[in-house]
């Protein structure tokens, strides 16, 4: 049984996230030949403050326009 772990910014509808796992599910029964049944898929939203790139907020690094 795959099990997906996605850890991602926040700030995506709910319209892709749906999508998303749908695409993840499609590429694991493509890849290793899984029943989507037994696909499972968890998404992971952290905030900007929460996630850092080269020492910096993600949120510091937007706000500045660096991302």
Do not use: N
């Not at 700030?11 to 590429?27: D, Y």
């Not at 998404?43 to 996630?51: F, P, T």
């Amino acid at each position: 049984m795959p099990f997906i772990q996605v850890t991602m910014l926040e700030g995506r509808t709910v319209e892709q996230k749906h999508a998303l796992i749908s695409a993840l599910t499609e590429a694991a029964v493509a890849s290793v030949g899984a029943k989507p049944e037994s696909v499972r898929v968890a998404l992971y939203e952290v905030s900007g403050d929460d996630w850092g790139v080269a020492g910096e907020a993600m949120s510091v690094l937007k706000a500045r326009g660096d991302r």
